[in-house]
């Protein structure tokens, strides 16, 4: 079967570093989505990792090890306003986005 | 102005009724989507379409339908409601790009069925 698994939730504090990862299991592979979701919000894109390795977007870092099936979304500098959830979305082989239950993320002044 | 539009954003609906759910996209994607989100679950795939003549069953298409007017419209349709299709619906839009064809999604509709 198809399977996406990441923390249910995490608390970090602001100004710090937080990792969440995401280990993935699907019928092929054609790339892997972070979105970050506010509460009753829309999923906005934050990254896209197709081939091994580091992604880097400002504050945002994605890695993804595809013999591992596992990625990782880095937050670096923690804001009040990164409290949300961060949905992991692997595209599989028939190019359907499968979705993780997400992450959420409580950060602490 | 949104670039993907869903109506209505609430609606409050009883056993049995039929209900349309609409959205409209003004990115000029081919390519659009219907979900739906749970609490504790992750987005599961109600319907999805390639193009105006191209309708696809997702994971969970059972007492849903659609109906793909044109490259800017996409309705969802819920024959005959019943409580646990409770939930908030998105609609998203992509096309293959840059970045490997990421979804823009609706702001979404929390519907309710009592």
């Known amino acids: 079967g198809q399977n996406i698994d990441q923390p249910t939730e995490m608390t970090a504090t602001e100004g710090a570093i937080v990792q969440i990862n995401c280990t993935y299991q699907?019928?092929?592979?054609?790339?892997l989505f972070w979105y970050q979701q506010h509460a009753g919000e829309a999923p906005t894109f934050l990254s896209y990792n197709v081939l091994d390795g580091l992604e880097e977007k400002g504050r945002f870092s994605s890695f993804l090890s595809r013999s591992k099936g596992y990625s990782y979304l880095l937050l670096k500098e923690l804001q009040m306003k990164d409290s949300a959830s961060y949905l992991c979305?692997?595209?599989?082989?028939?190019?359907?986005?499968?979705w993780g239950a997400g992450t959420k993320l409580i950060i602490k002044p | 102005d949104a670039d993907v539009t869903q109506t209505p954003r609430n609606r409050i609906t009883k056993t049995g009724k039929r209900i349309m759910l609409e959205c409209s996209q003004t990115?000029?994607?081919?390519?659009m989507y219907w979900y739906r989100q749970d609490p504790g679950l992750g987005l599961r795939l109600i319907y999805y379409s390639f193009d105006v003549k191209d309708i696809n069953k997702g994971e969970i298409s059972d007492g849903y339908s659609v109906s793909r007017q044109a490259q800017a419209k996409f309705s969802l349709s819920l024959e005959s409601a019943i409580p646990n299709q409770t939930a908030l619906y998105f609609c998203?839009?992509?096309?293959?790009?840059?970045?490997?064809?990421?979804?823009?999604f609706g702001p979404g509709t929390r519907l309710t069925v009592t």
């Open positions: 990115k000029g994607h081919d390519r």
């Open positions: 979305a692997v595209r599989d082989g028939d190019y359907q986005l499968i």
């Open positions: 998203a839009t992509s096309d293959l790009g840059q970045d490997g064809g990421e979804q823009y």
């Open positions: 699907t019928s092929g592979f054609n790339g």
